[in-house]
């Protein structure tokens, strides 16, 4: 099993360019969510899927876009970057999306916007 | 609403025990409290949950009291490799009883020689 999966590792955009980050997971999980992580403020929640077919906003989800495609795969997208998205973004699955049920979290995309 | 709040940073040597704090107010009473652990480089991976007294597992132990107001991640005899960044997830119920994940915002851990 190779868990959590995402591409790219790192990407380079220009301020206003567009790009999607893949997401894949292969345990079989309902829900799947996008963090961000910036030095010193934590992980945030973008975006998370409780289950096919549903998407919903986490706590910083201004110029971002999800779709849960099947089961298996969740992607964000950025339609217009802007400096301020540069940072590390990690894809996590899990069971059910409460916090007993356990996230399992891909490599990450580093991401610098100029 | 709830808030979780953790030491930023932690100092400590190998061997030592390491006891890591995180106070949260306002949180779902009927979930779990979750730890993770975060290397450089990479994305957070589990390490302990439970919802109240003592929970213990093969590399932690966690803490929860009777008011569940903080829960105290304890690390045993720690060594080089438990230089990590340490997060505390917890539940929030909101508005029609939608249930909203707080993360802390880590503890980062220094385990010196």
């Known amino acids: 099993n190779a868990g959590v999966t995402q591409t790219p590792k790192f990407q380079v955009l220009k301020t206003g360019q567009s790009m999607t980050l893949q997401c894949a997971q292969d345990m079989n999980h309902n829900s799947m969510y996008w963090y961000r992580q910036d030095p010193g403020m934590g992980l945030r929640l973008i975006y998370y899927?409780?289950?096919?077919?549903?998407?919903d906003k986490g706590e910083v989800p201004n110029g971002y876009n999800v779709s849960r495609l099947n089961k298996r795969e969740f992607s964000l997208r950025l339609e217009s970057a802007a400096p301020s998205q540069t940072s590390v973004y990690f894809c996590?699955?899990?069971?059910?999306?409460?916090?007993?049920?356990?996230?399992?979290f891909g490599p990450g995309t580093r991401l610098t916007v100029l | 609403l709830a808030k979780t709040t953790q030491p930023i940073s932690m100092d400590s040597y190998e061997g030592q025990e390491v006891n890591i704090t995180c106070s949260h107010n306002?949180?779902?009473?009927?979930?779990?409290i979750t730890w993770y652990q975060q290397f450089p480089s990479q994305g957070p991976r589990f390490i302990i949950q439970?919802?109240?007294?003592?929970v213990t597992n093969e590399v932690a132990s966690l803490f929860i009291p009777a008011d569940r107001k903080s829960s105290t991640l304890s690390l045993p005899r720690v060594s080089l490799s438990d230089t990590a960044v340490y997060y505390c997830l917890v539940g929030e119920t909101g508005a029609g009883n939608n249930r909203k994940l707080i993360w802390g915002l880590g503890t980062s851990l220094a385990v010196n020689p």
């Open positions: 996590a699955s899990s069971t059910l999306a409460g916090v007993s049920d356990t996230q399992y």
């Open positions: 439970g919802y109240k007294t003592k």
């Open positions: 306002n949180i779902a009473t009927n979930d779990y």
């Open positions: 899927s409780a289950s096919e077919g549903t998407t």
